[in-house]
């Protein structure tokens, strides 16, 4: 499966690997901190709706949002780009503070 926007922000720290400052290359590290808040929202967002699919299979109306496949297809298809977001910006990140460790080690000598 494809993933544009990992695929993306992999070919930008490709780009970038010689053209940012050590400054530069601190700030991308945030994105591992921001990262690890959305996985955290994520959870929250989707036991909210695990609560909701629950209760809705217990109302003999059944009234929700999540009924038909295409309901359902929406949900998980918006769940899975959010968390393919996050796995880019953890990646970024990661990658980012990677980047430092020559830094330091050479300021260190």
Known sequence: MRQPIYESMALLMDK??????????????ELSAAASSEALRLSE????????????AKNPERGGHFQNADDVFTLLAALS?????????????????????????????
């Open 16 to 29: 970038a690997h010689d053209n940012l400052t050590p400054a530069e290359w601190r700030q991308l590290t």
């Open 81 to 109: 780009h959010s968390l393919e977001t996050v796995a880019a910006m953890a990646e970024t990140g990661s990658y980012a503070a990677s980047m430092l460790i020559p830094l330091r080690q050479e300021v260190a000598a």
């Open 45 to 56: 967002v989707t036991a909210s709706l695990a609560s909701l699919v629950l209760a809705d």
